[in-house]
């Protein structure tokens, strides 16, 4: 009987042990439970899977979640951009699977709207250009805005290409001649001869 004694005390020990640390245990659970935010966690699917386990844990000390105060802390954690649906949750009174179902929509639906980071790396582009994609107003414009869709080289191009720049100043010095030969004949008439 002596062996029972002993077994029972150290079990009653133990019992009293576990006990007294079962509340602190409850305490510190209820703690991390109501304080558990979206912005805590790594995703959605990271909160909501804490949340249902800190609710498992609290059970377990004896302090059960409802599933209906697990909901509300559900929304209670969740960033402002989530007001719609969350108002939308409250008000419908959706139980746990419902709530996550419309969050796990409402985040495809912020995701969806975000911009793409490609559309970023559309939309800039060197300065340089930007003045020869504006729209000509000359009334002889054919629809084309600049030399670049006609494939031809930017003016900055040519720049760095010093012989070509030469030929192209050579040429238009030869075409004025061309013109102002062409002029002086139309107007002095005595010179064709």
């Known amino acids: 009987m002596d062996s029972d004694g002993t077994a029972r005390g150290a079990w009653v020990k133990l019992e009293k042990i576990y ?20 912005a805590a966690c790594s ?43 969350a108002s939308l949750i409250n008000s419908t009174n959706a139980d746990w699977d419902e709530a996550r179902s419309m969050l796990t929509d409402e985040l495809i639906r912020i995701e969806a709207c ?11 582009g060197p300065s340089n250009r930007s003045s ?10 054919l629809g084309v805005n600049s030399s670049s ?13 010093p012989a070509a720049e030469d030929e192209a100043g050579d040429l238009g010095t030869k075409t004025e001649e061309a013109v102002e030969a062409g002029v002086q004949a139309a107007t002095n008439p005595t010179h064709l001869g």
């Open 19 to 38: 006990l007294s640390n079962k509340k602190a245990r409850a305490a510190t659970l209820e703690t991390k439970f109501v304080n558990l935010t979206l």
């Open 43 to 85: 995703s959605l699917d990271d909160y909501c899977q804490k949340l249902k386990d800190l609710a498992n844990q609290l059970e377990d000390v004896d302090q059960p979640i409802s599933e209906s105060r697990l909901v509300l802390q559900l929304v209670r954690g969740l960033p402002q951009e989530f007001d719609t649906t």
């Open 149 to 161: 869709q006609l494939g031809l080289p930017s003016s900055s191009s040519l720049q760095t290409l």
């Open 114 to 124: 975000k911009p793409n980071s490609s559309s970023v790396i559309v939309a800039t």
């Open 132 to 141: 020869q994609q504006q729209p000509s107003h000359n009334s002889r414009n």
